[in-house]
C-alpha cells in the first residue's frame, strides 16, 4: 500500500506493507535510522517520534496510520547550519548523552515538551520524559539540558 506523509517538512511517498510499524517504515524503507528500535512494546522510548505534533512511539504506531500525518524524527531536528540545534549540543554541553540508544527518542521527547511547553518546571520535564528509559547517564543530565535549553529559548 501507498503511504503519503509530510516526512521532516518534505512529503514523502512510500509503498510498504500495512502491517509493519512505522518505527520499520522509518528505519527499512526510508532509511532513517536515527529512530532508534530499543524495546519493540512501546516502554523505552528508543523510538519516539513526532507525528502531528504528539510524541509517540513509533513502534507502537502502524505505518499506514501515519497516512497523511506530519512526522519529524531525530533527522529532523538540527540547528539552521545543518548541525545540533540548541537541545542537541546542550545534550553534549551537560553530558546527557552516552551511549545513544535512548538519545534520539529523549530529543524528541524533550521537543514535543518545549513545543507545548516553553517553559517547563523541572518536574514537568521529568513528566515529559516519563516514557523515556535510560540506562547510562542517569536523568538529571538529561533534564538539566532540557532545562537550559529552555531559558537559552526564553531568551530569544
Not at 500495512?18 to 520499520?24: A, E, G, H, N, R
Not at 547550519?81 to 549540543?89: A, E, I
Not at 545534550?91 to 548523552?97: D, L
Request: aromatic fraction near 4%; proline fraction near 6%; include cysteine.
Amino acid at each position: 500500500m501507498w503511504i503519503e506523509m509530510t516526512l521532516n517538512g518534505k512529503p514523502v511517498a512510500v509503498e510498504a506493507p500495512p502491517d509493519i510499524s512505522l518505527l520499520d517504515l522509518l528505519r527499512d524503507y526510508l532509511n532513517l535510522t536515527g529512530t532508534k528500535e530499543g524495546c519493540a512494546v512501546g516502554e523505552c522510548g528508543a523510538c519516539a517520534v513526532i507525528m502531528d505534533g504528539r510524541l509517540v512511539n513509533s513502534c507502537m504506531v502502524l505505518a499506514p496510520q501515519a497516512h497523511g500525518s506530519e512526522v519529524i524524527t531525530i533527522e529532523g531536528v538540527h540547528g539552521p547550519d545543518g548541525g545540533p540545534n540548541d537541545l542537541q549540543q546542550n545534550f553534549i554541553e551537560y553530558g546527557a548523552v552516552q551511549c545513544g540508544i535512548c538519545i534520539p527518542g529523549m530529543i524528541m521527547a524533550g521537543e514535543a515538551l518545549l513545543m507545548h511547553n516553553p517553559n517547563p518546571s523541572r518536574q514537568e520535564i521529568r513528566m515529559g520524559l516519563a516514557g523515556n528509559l535510560c540506562r547510562c547517564t542517569g536523568y538529571q543530565q538529561i533534564v538539566d539540558a532540557i532545562e537550559a535549553t529552555a531559558k537559552g529559548r526564553q531568551k530569544g
